[in-house]
């Protein structure tokens, strides 16, 4: 015996109230749902504060490096060590010759001139030996500081007699510039008169190279920038332009 179930009959009131239920309204507007934030509001600053607070420990520390490469020197000279290479000089902007030399075992002598052939206009003996001088060379970074105390006004910056030296930072000792040449200064200079840049050995008296080693010498272009009558710097221009090789500085600077 087969039994046929009924099927219901729809009611459309019904109907119509659950499509008027499930469906949205087409006058009201569907509220926009907010991604839950997996943090509460108190969490998410406080690891925001700490992670600015160890970004700024790791700038100050980098900056501190930075800080460690310069000379620790007093005054102006500080100053300009610090600044660095200005893009534009000051007041004046122009190449002149420097020269380096000394004897492997003796002291630096520095020698500055308009053009090798020309007298130089400021020649001192540094208390810096020379292999000191080569190994900090080597180094890629040498900044060279002269600080007069003097308290005259009247002679120019380059004409001062006494200099505190400084040499990446340390303090090495005092020079006094000398009015008349050394034999040694006049022997560089006589053998240089042609070389506009170089570095290399030359030729001595056979008494002094058994005594104090070669005479070694470093010839190259600065860039002058003169910042004001009490402040000048030098800056070594590696020949082609190259960014690659050592750089050198040499700052002068008289306290007032």
Known sequence: ????????????????????????????????????????????HGVMSLLRQMSSDKRSKSLFGMFKLFPQLS????????????????????????????????????????????????????????????????????????ESETKTSKKKLLEEFVWAVYCNGRKTGYSIRRKVRSEDELHVMQHLRGVSMGAGVLPCPSEKESADGELTYMRARFERVVGSKDSEALYMINPGGCTDGPELSIFFVRVQ
Do not use: W
């Open 75 to 146: 005054s102006g000279c500080k100053m300009a060590t610090l600044l660095g290479r200005p893009r534009k000089a000051l007041l004046t902007n122009k190449a002149t010759i420097g020269t380096l030399f000394g004897y492997r075992k003796g002291r630096l002598s520095l020698a500055i001139q308009e053009d090798p052939r020309c007298v130089p206009m400021f020649v001192i003996e540094l208390p810096i030996l020379t292999s000191a001088f080569h190994k900090e060379m080597a180094t890629g970074l040498v900044r060279i500081a002269l």
């Open 1 to 44: 015996m087969i039994l046929y179930t009924p099927t219901p009959k729809s009611d459309p009131n019904r109907d119509t109230y659950r499509q008027h239920k499930l469906m949205p309204s087409s006058q009201g507007t569907t509220p926009k749902r907010t991604p839950s934030n997996p943090c509460p509001p108190m969490e998410t």
